[in-house]
Protein backbone atom coordinates (compact mmCIF):
# COMPACT_ATOMS: atom_id res chain seq x y z
CA UNK A 1 0.00 0.00 0.00
CA UNK A 2 0.75 3.31 -0.83
CA UNK A 3 1.05 6.46 2.00
CA UNK A 4 1.21 10.42 0.59
CA UNK A 5 2.55 12.81 3.71
CA UNK A 6 1.28 16.10 2.60
CA UNK A 7 3.86 18.44 4.16
CA UNK A 8 6.75 15.95 4.24
CA UNK A 9 9.01 18.12 4.96
CA UNK A 10 7.47 18.75 8.57
CA UNK A 11 9.76 18.06 11.23
CA UNK A 12 7.13 15.40 12.85
CA UNK A 13 7.31 12.97 9.87
CA UNK A 14 9.63 10.55 11.12
CA UNK A 15 7.27 9.88 13.84
CA UNK A 16 4.90 8.17 11.67
CA UNK A 17 7.58 7.04 9.57
CA UNK A 18 8.80 5.70 12.66
CA UNK A 19 5.66 3.92 13.41
CA UNK A 20 5.26 2.33 9.65
CA UNK A 21 8.90 0.69 10.69
CA UNK A 22 7.02 -0.97 13.19
CA UNK A 23 4.28 -2.57 11.96
CA UNK A 24 5.14 -6.01 10.78
CA UNK A 25 1.90 -7.55 9.53
CA UNK A 26 0.79 -8.38 6.01
CA UNK A 27 -0.99 -5.35 4.13
CA UNK A 28 1.48 -3.08 5.35
CA UNK A 29 2.28 0.20 4.04
CA UNK A 30 5.40 -0.43 1.62
CA UNK A 31 5.77 2.77 0.01
CA UNK A 32 5.60 6.81 0.89
CA UNK A 33 5.79 9.91 -0.98
CA UNK A 34 6.65 12.88 1.01
CA UNK A 35 5.05 15.96 -0.40
CA UNK A 36 6.10 19.56 0.68
CA UNK A 37 6.56 22.77 -1.39
CA UNK A 38 10.11 23.62 0.83
CA UNK A 39 12.72 21.10 -1.32
CA UNK A 40 15.16 22.04 1.64
CA UNK A 41 13.00 20.57 4.34
CA UNK A 42 11.79 17.96 2.14
CA UNK A 43 15.58 16.37 0.91
CA UNK A 44 16.18 16.86 5.55
CA UNK A 45 13.32 14.74 5.98
CA UNK A 46 13.81 12.29 3.79
CA UNK A 47 17.15 11.78 4.93
CA UNK A 48 15.89 11.61 8.60
CA UNK A 49 13.83 8.54 7.07
CA UNK A 50 16.51 6.97 5.12
CA UNK A 51 18.83 6.65 7.90
CA UNK A 52 15.99 5.49 10.46
CA UNK A 53 15.46 2.33 7.78
CA UNK A 54 19.00 1.54 8.17
CA UNK A 55 18.90 1.60 12.12
CA UNK A 56 15.75 -0.76 12.15
CA UNK A 57 17.34 -2.88 10.09
CA UNK A 58 20.28 -3.38 11.91
CA UNK A 59 17.98 -3.42 14.88
CA UNK A 60 15.85 -6.32 13.88
CA UNK A 61 17.51 -9.63 14.63
CA UNK A 62 15.37 -12.51 13.40
CA UNK A 63 15.74 -13.87 9.87
CA UNK A 64 14.47 -12.27 7.00
CA UNK A 65 13.64 -8.85 8.60
CA UNK A 66 11.02 -6.65 6.64
CA UNK A 67 11.98 -4.47 3.86
CA UNK A 68 11.07 -1.02 5.31
CA UNK A 69 8.67 1.86 3.63
CA UNK A 70 10.42 3.06 0.46
CA UNK A 71 10.70 6.97 0.61
CA UNK A 72 10.14 9.42 -2.91
CA UNK A 73 10.14 13.13 -2.26
CA UNK A 74 8.05 15.46 -4.68
CA UNK A 75 6.88 19.18 -4.95
CA UNK A 76 4.39 18.25 -7.41
CA UNK A 77 1.05 17.66 -5.46
CA UNK A 78 -0.66 15.72 -8.24
CA UNK A 79 2.30 13.35 -8.60
CA UNK A 80 2.17 12.75 -4.76
CA UNK A 81 -1.68 11.69 -4.62
CA UNK A 82 -1.59 9.55 -7.60
CA UNK A 83 -2.08 6.38 -6.70
CA UNK A 84 -2.37 7.03 -3.01
CA UNK A 85 -4.27 4.61 -0.92
CA UNK A 86 -3.88 7.11 2.36
CA UNK A 87 -3.15 10.81 2.37
CA UNK A 88 -1.93 12.02 5.39
CA UNK A 89 -2.60 15.46 5.66
CA UNK A 90 -0.17 17.53 8.06
CA UNK A 91 0.35 21.13 6.28
CA UNK A 92 1.25 24.18 7.62
CA UNK A 93 0.28 26.92 5.77
CA UNK A 94 2.58 30.28 6.67
CA UNK A 95 5.02 28.27 8.51
CA UNK A 96 6.58 28.61 11.70
CA UNK A 97 6.58 31.94 10.75
CA UNK A 98 2.94 32.49 10.81
CA UNK A 99 2.63 31.19 14.02
CA UNK A 100 5.05 33.36 15.65
CA UNK A 101 2.71 36.26 13.96
CA UNK A 102 -0.76 34.49 15.44
CA UNK A 103 0.86 34.76 18.96
CA UNK A 104 2.37 37.79 19.05
CA UNK A 105 -0.43 39.94 17.65
CA UNK A 106 -2.94 38.49 20.03
CA UNK A 107 0.00 38.96 22.80
CA UNK A 108 -0.02 42.93 21.91
CA UNK A 109 -3.68 42.74 21.98
CA UNK A 110 -3.71 41.46 25.78
CA UNK A 111 -5.32 38.38 24.33
CA UNK A 112 -4.50 34.74 24.78
CA UNK A 113 -1.84 33.93 21.77
CA UNK A 114 -1.68 29.85 21.20
CA UNK A 115 -1.74 27.79 17.88
CA UNK A 116 -5.02 26.52 17.44
CA UNK A 117 -7.15 27.83 20.73
CA UNK A 118 -8.50 31.72 20.07
CA UNK A 119 -7.43 33.80 18.32
CA UNK A 120 -4.56 32.25 17.21
CA UNK A 121 -6.57 29.50 15.88
CA UNK A 122 -9.03 31.44 14.08
CA UNK A 123 -5.83 33.16 12.50
CA UNK A 124 -4.26 29.96 11.26
CA UNK A 125 -7.74 28.37 10.55
CA UNK A 126 -8.60 31.59 7.90
CA UNK A 127 -4.85 31.03 6.18
CA UNK A 128 -5.09 27.12 6.37
CA UNK A 129 -8.99 26.30 5.03
CA UNK A 130 -8.87 28.09 1.61
CA UNK A 131 -5.54 25.55 0.95
CA UNK A 132 -6.97 22.61 2.89
CA UNK A 133 -9.93 22.64 0.60
CA UNK A 134 -7.91 23.14 -2.62
CA UNK A 135 -6.46 19.65 -1.58
CA UNK A 136 -9.32 18.19 -0.76
CA UNK A 137 -10.54 18.77 -4.68
CA UNK A 138 -7.32 17.25 -6.31
CA UNK A 139 -7.42 14.29 -3.78
CA UNK A 140 -11.17 13.91 -5.19
CA UNK A 141 -10.03 14.08 -8.62
CA UNK A 142 -6.99 12.26 -8.44
CA UNK A 143 -7.04 9.52 -5.94
CA UNK A 144 -10.68 9.43 -5.70
CA UNK A 145 -10.30 6.03 -3.67
CA UNK A 146 -7.64 7.27 -0.88
CA UNK A 147 -8.40 7.37 2.84
CA UNK A 148 -7.53 11.07 4.16
CA UNK A 149 -5.94 11.06 7.56
CA UNK A 150 -6.07 14.74 8.27
CA UNK A 151 -3.79 16.22 10.97
CA UNK A 152 -3.44 19.95 9.70
CA UNK A 153 -4.43 21.86 12.79
CA UNK A 154 -7.00 23.38 13.71
CA UNK A 155 -7.84 19.98 13.45
CA UNK A 156 -11.62 19.78 13.46
CA UNK A 157 -12.34 23.04 11.62
CA UNK A 158 -10.07 21.49 8.84
CA UNK A 159 -11.82 18.42 8.72
CA UNK A 160 -15.05 20.09 8.52
CA UNK A 161 -13.83 22.30 5.76
CA UNK A 162 -12.61 19.05 3.52
CA UNK A 163 -15.88 16.42 3.91
CA UNK A 164 -17.66 18.52 0.97
CA UNK A 165 -15.06 17.12 -0.89
CA UNK A 166 -14.13 14.11 0.11
CA UNK A 167 -17.40 12.96 2.51
CA UNK A 168 -16.47 10.39 5.14
CA UNK A 169 -13.31 9.65 3.50
CA UNK A 170 -11.95 12.48 5.75
CA UNK A 171 -11.38 11.70 8.69
CA UNK A 172 -9.34 13.76 11.32
CA UNK A 173 -6.94 12.65 14.34
CA UNK A 174 -5.85 14.63 17.06
CA UNK A 175 -3.09 12.48 20.05
CA UNK A 176 -5.07 14.61 23.06
CA UNK A 177 -7.90 12.38 23.96
CA UNK A 178 -6.11 9.13 23.34
CA UNK A 179 -3.17 10.42 25.58
CA UNK A 180 -5.39 11.83 28.30
CA UNK A 181 -7.67 8.08 28.07
CA UNK A 182 -4.39 6.23 28.68
CA UNK A 183 -3.09 8.27 31.12
CA UNK A 184 -6.22 7.55 33.19
CA UNK A 185 -6.23 4.16 32.74
CA UNK A 186 -2.62 3.40 33.60
CA UNK A 187 -3.62 5.94 36.83
CA UNK A 188 -6.63 3.06 37.66
CA UNK A 189 -4.11 0.36 36.72
CA UNK A 190 -6.41 -0.39 33.73
CA UNK A 191 -5.03 -1.74 30.49
CA UNK A 192 -5.46 0.88 28.40
CA UNK A 193 -6.70 -1.13 25.16
CA UNK A 194 -9.25 -2.87 27.62
CA UNK A 195 -10.77 0.13 28.51
CA UNK A 196 -13.52 2.37 26.74
CA UNK A 197 -13.17 5.91 27.32
CA UNK A 198 -16.55 8.20 27.30
CA UNK A 199 -14.84 11.41 25.79
CA UNK A 200 -16.87 13.95 23.98
CA UNK A 201 -16.58 17.44 22.55
CA UNK A 202 -14.32 19.26 19.71
CA UNK A 203 -10.81 19.35 18.79
CA UNK A 204 -8.71 20.54 21.44
CA UNK A 205 -12.21 20.71 22.95
CA UNK A 206 -13.42 17.67 25.26
CA UNK A 207 -14.10 16.18 28.51
CA UNK A 208 -13.44 12.46 29.65
CA UNK A 209 -16.97 11.52 31.37
CA UNK A 210 -16.18 7.90 31.86
CA UNK A 211 -14.02 5.20 31.91
CA UNK A 212 -15.46 2.04 31.60
CA UNK A 213 -13.94 -1.00 32.63
CA UNK A 214 -15.19 -4.91 33.21
CA UNK A 215 -18.42 -3.52 32.69
CA UNK A 216 -17.58 -0.73 35.39
CA UNK A 217 -17.34 3.18 35.40
CA UNK A 218 -13.90 3.58 36.88
CA UNK A 219 -13.71 7.57 36.73
CA UNK A 220 -15.36 8.43 40.41
CA UNK A 221 -12.85 6.12 41.58
CA UNK A 222 -10.23 7.84 39.53
CA UNK A 223 -11.48 11.11 40.93
CA UNK A 224 -11.74 10.28 44.63
CA UNK A 225 -8.04 9.03 44.52
CA UNK A 226 -5.61 12.07 44.97
CA UNK A 227 -2.47 10.37 44.56
CA UNK A 228 -4.16 8.63 41.38
CA UNK A 229 -4.58 11.57 39.92
CA UNK A 230 -1.56 13.42 41.02
CA UNK A 231 0.28 11.07 39.06
CA UNK A 232 -0.75 11.82 35.41
CA UNK A 233 -0.88 14.90 33.53
CA UNK A 234 -4.05 16.45 33.17
CA UNK A 235 -4.29 15.54 37.14
CA UNK A 236 -1.46 18.03 38.23
CA UNK A 237 -2.73 20.40 35.20
CA UNK A 238 -6.33 20.88 36.82
CA UNK A 239 -5.89 20.22 39.92
CA UNK A 240 -7.76 17.49 42.52
CA UNK A 241 -10.40 19.10 43.84
CA UNK A 242 -11.23 20.92 40.19
CA UNK A 243 -11.30 17.80 38.58
CA UNK A 244 -13.82 16.59 41.19
CA UNK A 245 -16.02 19.74 40.88
CA UNK A 246 -16.27 19.22 36.92
CA UNK A 247 -17.21 15.48 37.48
CA UNK A 248 -14.68 15.02 34.86
CA UNK A 249 -11.03 15.25 33.33
CA UNK A 250 -10.86 17.87 30.74
CA UNK A 251 -8.28 17.75 27.33
CA UNK A 252 -5.12 19.42 28.00
CA UNK A 253 -5.74 22.39 26.26
CA UNK A 254 -9.01 23.54 28.12
CA UNK A 255 -6.51 24.56 30.45
CA UNK A 256 -6.67 27.50 28.54
CA UNK A 257 -10.37 28.36 29.15
CA UNK A 258 -10.22 27.42 32.56
CA UNK A 259 -6.99 28.86 33.94
CA UNK A 260 -7.12 31.60 30.86
CA UNK A 261 -5.97 34.77 33.32
CA UNK A 262 -3.05 33.20 34.70
CA UNK A 263 -1.77 31.34 31.28
CA UNK A 264 -2.05 34.76 29.71
CA UNK A 265 -0.01 36.48 32.04
CA UNK A 266 2.32 33.47 32.26
CA UNK A 267 2.82 33.83 28.41
CA UNK A 268 3.37 37.58 28.68
CA UNK A 269 6.45 36.52 30.96
CA UNK A 270 8.37 34.62 29.20
CA UNK A 271 11.41 35.91 26.69
CA UNK A 272 9.78 33.91 23.29
CA UNK A 273 6.34 32.51 22.26
CA UNK A 274 6.04 28.90 21.47
CA UNK A 275 6.18 29.88 18.15
CA UNK A 276 9.45 31.57 18.21
CA UNK A 277 11.43 28.94 20.14
CA UNK A 278 9.94 25.86 17.62
CA UNK A 279 11.07 28.73 14.41
CA UNK A 280 14.10 29.06 16.09
CA UNK A 281 14.71 25.32 16.77
CA UNK A 282 13.88 23.82 13.56
CA UNK A 283 15.59 26.49 11.18
CA UNK A 284 18.72 25.03 13.45
CA UNK A 285 17.70 21.70 12.85
CA UNK A 286 17.24 21.96 8.93
CA UNK A 287 20.36 24.05 8.21
CA UNK A 288 22.38 21.80 10.27
CA UNK A 289 20.89 18.85 8.47
CA UNK A 290 21.39 20.17 5.14
CA UNK A 291 25.30 20.81 5.94
CA UNK A 292 25.58 17.48 7.76
CA UNK A 293 22.97 15.39 5.76
CA UNK A 294 25.01 12.31 7.64
CA UNK A 295 24.15 13.25 10.65
CA UNK A 296 20.13 14.16 9.56
CA UNK A 297 18.45 11.17 12.03
CA UNK A 298 20.75 12.41 15.63
CA UNK A 299 19.95 15.89 14.73
CA UNK A 300 16.38 15.17 14.86
CA UNK A 301 16.49 13.02 18.04
CA UNK A 302 18.15 15.48 19.76
CA UNK A 303 15.35 18.49 18.74
CA UNK A 304 12.85 16.55 18.93
CA UNK A 305 13.93 15.72 22.43
CA UNK A 306 14.12 19.62 23.49
CA UNK A 307 10.88 20.46 21.70
CA UNK A 308 8.63 17.70 23.87
CA UNK A 309 10.14 18.88 27.08
CA UNK A 310 8.81 22.04 26.94
CA UNK A 311 5.28 21.14 25.04
CA UNK A 312 2.56 23.58 26.74
CA UNK A 313 5.52 24.52 29.60
CA UNK A 314 3.69 27.53 30.32
CA UNK A 315 0.75 25.66 31.33
CA UNK A 316 2.14 23.57 33.73
CA UNK A 317 4.02 26.40 35.14
CA UNK A 318 0.52 27.73 36.23
CA UNK A 319 -0.39 24.66 37.97
CA UNK A 320 2.65 23.56 39.19
CA UNK A 321 2.57 20.22 37.46
CA UNK A 322 6.33 19.78 37.06
CA UNK A 323 8.25 18.33 34.40
CA UNK A 324 6.14 16.13 31.25
CA UNK A 325 6.38 12.71 32.61
CA UNK A 326 8.50 10.76 30.15
CA UNK A 327 6.46 8.05 29.91
CA UNK A 328 4.24 10.60 28.26
CA UNK A 329 6.67 11.38 25.54
CA UNK A 330 7.60 7.84 25.18
CA UNK A 331 4.26 5.76 24.67
CA UNK A 332 3.57 7.43 21.06
CA UNK A 333 1.04 9.94 19.81
CA UNK A 334 -0.96 10.73 16.90
CA UNK A 335 1.43 8.44 14.65
CA UNK A 336 0.12 5.65 16.20
CA UNK A 337 -3.63 6.55 16.12
CA UNK A 338 -2.76 7.29 12.16
CA UNK A 339 -1.27 3.36 11.98
CA UNK A 340 -3.90 2.40 14.13
CA UNK A 341 -6.41 4.18 11.58
CA UNK A 342 -5.03 2.62 8.31
CA UNK A 343 -4.94 -1.03 9.64
CA UNK A 344 -8.33 -1.25 10.28
CA UNK A 345 -9.71 0.53 7.27
CA UNK A 346 -7.15 -1.50 5.11
CA UNK A 347 -7.47 -4.65 6.37
CA UNK A 348 -10.94 -4.59 8.04
CA UNK A 349 -9.71 -5.35 11.44
CA UNK A 350 -12.41 -3.52 13.76
CA UNK A 351 -10.92 -0.68 15.66
CA UNK A 352 -11.89 1.74 18.84
CA UNK A 353 -10.51 5.47 18.73
CA UNK A 354 -11.26 8.67 19.47
CA UNK A 355 -11.82 10.85 16.14
CA UNK A 356 -12.95 13.62 14.47
CA UNK A 357 -16.07 12.77 11.79
CA UNK A 358 -19.66 13.95 11.35
CA UNK A 359 -21.62 14.37 14.42
CA UNK A 360 -24.83 12.09 12.92
CA UNK A 361 -26.82 12.85 16.06
CA UNK A 362 -24.52 11.44 18.48
CA UNK A 363 -24.69 14.48 20.68
CA UNK A 364 -27.99 16.34 20.92
CA UNK A 365 -26.68 19.94 20.50
CA UNK A 366 -25.10 20.13 17.35
CA UNK A 367 -26.74 19.13 14.08
CA UNK A 368 -25.49 15.96 12.05
CA UNK A 369 -23.18 17.21 9.90
CA UNK A 370 -20.96 19.06 12.42
CA UNK A 371 -17.94 17.29 13.07
CA UNK A 372 -17.06 16.18 16.57
CA UNK A 373 -13.96 14.55 18.78
CA UNK A 374 -16.12 11.26 19.81
CA UNK A 375 -15.17 7.46 20.08
CA UNK A 376 -15.62 5.82 16.80
CA UNK A 377 -15.81 1.97 15.72
CA UNK A 378 -13.31 1.87 12.37
CA UNK A 379 -13.37 -0.66 9.95
CA UNK A 380 -13.34 -1.35 6.16
CA UNK A 381 -16.13 0.95 5.58
CA UNK A 382 -14.39 4.33 7.73
CA UNK A 383 -15.62 5.69 11.49
CA UNK A 384 -18.73 5.26 12.60
CA UNK A 385 -18.66 7.28 16.23
CA UNK A 386 -20.60 5.42 19.00
CA UNK A 387 -23.30 6.64 21.62
CA UNK A 388 -22.21 8.40 24.38
CA UNK A 389 -23.37 10.13 27.27
CA UNK A 390 -24.65 13.88 26.36
CA UNK A 391 -22.73 16.88 27.23
CA UNK A 392 -22.97 18.65 30.30
CA UNK A 393 -24.90 21.90 29.85
CA UNK A 394 -21.48 23.92 30.67
CA UNK A 395 -19.80 21.67 28.44
CA UNK A 396 -22.90 22.00 25.22
CA UNK A 397 -22.15 25.73 25.88
CA UNK A 398 -18.77 25.93 25.06
CA UNK A 399 -19.10 23.84 22.56
CA UNK A 400 -21.87 25.34 20.92
CA UNK A 401 -19.68 28.84 21.38
CA UNK A 402 -16.49 27.41 19.87
CA UNK A 403 -18.72 25.29 16.80
CA UNK A 404 -19.79 28.69 15.85
CA UNK A 405 -16.40 30.29 15.95
CA UNK A 406 -15.70 27.28 13.79
CA UNK A 407 -18.31 27.66 11.41
CA UNK A 408 -18.27 31.64 11.07
CA UNK A 409 -14.35 31.10 10.43
CA UNK A 410 -15.37 28.06 7.60
CA UNK A 411 -17.45 30.68 5.84
CA UNK A 412 -15.16 33.46 6.11
CA UNK A 413 -11.95 31.26 4.55
CA UNK A 414 -14.35 30.13 1.59
CA UNK A 415 -15.53 33.61 0.68
CA UNK A 416 -13.48 36.08 1.81
CA UNK A 417 -15.90 37.77 4.07
CA UNK A 418 -14.75 40.16 6.59
CA UNK A 419 -17.60 40.35 8.36
CA UNK A 420 -18.13 36.38 8.59
CA UNK A 421 -13.91 36.69 10.12
CA UNK A 422 -14.91 39.78 12.27
CA UNK A 423 -17.85 37.50 13.82
CA UNK A 424 -15.49 34.45 14.36
CA UNK A 425 -12.73 36.86 16.35
CA UNK A 426 -15.87 38.54 18.50
CA UNK A 427 -17.97 35.24 19.38
CA UNK A 428 -14.64 33.25 20.68
CA UNK A 429 -15.31 32.61 24.31
CA UNK A 430 -11.54 33.95 25.28
CA UNK A 431 -11.95 37.36 23.13
CA UNK A 432 -14.03 39.43 25.46
CA UNK A 433 -14.70 42.60 23.01
CA UNK A 434 -15.92 43.16 19.83
CA UNK A 435 -13.31 46.01 19.70
CA UNK A 436 -11.01 43.84 20.70
CA UNK A 437 -12.08 41.30 17.68
CA UNK A 438 -12.15 43.81 15.35
CA UNK A 439 -8.25 44.80 15.93
CA UNK A 440 -7.46 41.17 16.09
CA UNK A 441 -8.85 40.99 12.72
CA UNK A 442 -7.14 44.16 11.27
CA UNK A 443 -3.68 43.16 12.38
CA UNK A 444 -3.69 39.70 11.16
CA UNK A 445 -5.02 41.25 8.10
CA UNK A 446 -1.87 43.50 8.32
CA UNK A 447 0.81 41.30 9.06
CA UNK A 448 -0.33 37.61 7.45
CA UNK A 449 -0.23 38.12 3.58
CA UNK A 450 -2.71 35.35 3.44
CA UNK A 451 -5.11 37.17 5.23
CA UNK A 452 -5.40 40.20 3.09
CA UNK A 453 -8.44 39.40 1.52
CA UNK A 454 -9.81 40.73 5.27
CA UNK A 455 -8.37 44.29 5.13
CA UNK A 456 -11.16 47.08 5.50
Known amino acids: MRLTILGGGGFRVPLVYQALLGDRGDGRITSVTLFDTDRTRLSSIGAVLRQQATAAGTAIAEPGPVEPPVVTET ?43 GAGGIAYGLRTLPVAARIAQRIAAVAPEAWVINFTNPA ?48 HLGWLRGLQSGGV ?127 AIAHNERASLILNVRNRGVLRHLDDDAVVEIPCTVDANGALPVTVSQLTDHQAGLVCAVKAVERATIEAAAGGSRDAALRAFAWHPLIDSVTAARKLLDAYARELPELAPFRP
Open 75 to 117: TDLDEALRGADFVFSAIRVGGLEGRTVDERVALDLGVLGQETV
Open 156 to 203: GMVTEAMIPYLGDRVIGICDSPSGLGRRAALALGVDPSTAFYDYAGLN
Open 217 to 343: DRLPALLESGEALASFEEGRLFGADWLRSLGSIPNEYLHYYYFARETLAAVQTVRQTRGTFLLEQQSAFYAETARHPEQALELWQKTRAERESTYMVESREVADAGERDERDMAAGGYEQVALSLMR
